[in-house]
């Protein structure tokens, strides 16, 4: 009997690292929650004290962005330039290679959650499907034929601009280029926004007007670019708020404007834009995922 393969996975946020130890979503042994702090010495630190009383056969690691994914730059598994204080220039790999000296792979979290989502989730059998994340950051991983898109970088369809709603004046939250679609619903965005943290909003209160118009661009410049099978939606804002998505798939069919071949698409939305068939462990499965690419399994 053939022993299936235990994996420390390591899903890196902007708000929290989770570490798990599984072979897969219906074997998951062990689950740490670690703050990311802003000195992320001291925050590998504390992850590497929870691997150290673990017995695993290969690491995945699923983290925010950007992230060095070449293998022949000098800096790889590094985060590089990064809107997360005190993370730019972090190296991963290297560090977590040499102490414990196991097969490793790395994606970005959002990468890692599409391979989870294709692997064990809503995405199974599809060629072509997305993963979103609107957290801390906002992230799109994008996978076309089992594979992460990956150019010079990885993509960060997350920080494209969209055409901003009528008397929205908002100037964005990020740091780079101000009202990205990051700058604009991400987590921290939403506070800067309202003056309250997005989970003290009220359900149905007109701010998610702004929300849906803003996301609404991102995914009408995502089906038009690479009209993927499915685009599943996570993250820690929207988790509560699967309400959402019915608006979400109204203001995107009126979006689409019956264009040639995608105005089908519009009628089929109910199926292909929706949460994560993982749920809110797409994420940390993502991590699991890498680890077991890592191991050829």
């Known amino acids: 009997m053939t022993t299936a393969p235990l994996i420390a996975g390591l899903e890196l946020g902007g708000t929290k690292c989770i570490a798990l130890l599984a072979t897969g979503p219906e074997d998951v042994r062990k689950t740490r929650t670690i703050p990311t702090g802003s000195d992320p010495a001291t925050t590998l630190a504390a992850i590497e004290a929870v691997l150290d009383g673990w017995q695993f056969d290969a690491i995945g690691i699923g983290s925010f962005g950007p992230v060095q994914l070449d293998p022949a730059a000098l800096d790889f598994g590094s985060i590089t330039a990064t809107t997360k204080p005190g993370w730019t220039g972090t190296d991963l790999v290297q ?3 040499a102490r414990y000296a196991k097969p490793l792979a790395i994606q970005t979290d959002v990468n890692g959650a599409a391979i989870a989502e294709a692997r064990w989730g809503a995405s199974q ?3 072509t499907h997305a993963y979103i994340t609107i ?3 906002v992230g799109v991983g994008l996978v076309v034929d089992g594979k992460p898109v990956q150019g010079v970088t990885h993509a960060e369809a997350g920080h494209m601009r969209v055409p901003r709603a009528a008397g929205d004046s908002f100037a964005g939250w990020c740091r780079f280029h101000g009202d990205c679609v990051e700058g604009l619903i991400s987590g921290p965005a939403l506070a800067e926004r309202f003056g309250c943290p997005g989970q003290e909003l009220p359900q149905d209160g007109p701010q998610w007007d702004l929300f849906v118009h803003d996301l609404t661009g991102l995914l009408h410049n995502l089906v038009m670019g690479y009209a ?3 685009i599943a939606i996570g993250g820690g804002v929207i988790a509560a ?3 959402l998505f019915e608006r979400l798939r109204t203001r995107l069919a009126e979006s689409l404007g019956g264009y040639g071949s995608i105005a ?5 939305l109910d199926r292909r834009l929706g949460a994560p068939g993982l749920g809110t462990m797409a994420g940390p499965l993502g991590a699991i995922a890498m ?3 890592a191991l050829g399994a």
């Open 125 to 127: 059998g599809l060629h």
């Open 228 to 230: 993927p099978e499915r």
């Open 95 to 97: 560090r977590l290679r």
């Open 135 to 137: 957290g801390t950051g």
């Open 264 to 268: 089908s698409y519009a009628g089929e």
């Open 241 to 243: 708020r699967e309400h």
């Open 291 to 293: 680890g077991l690419e």
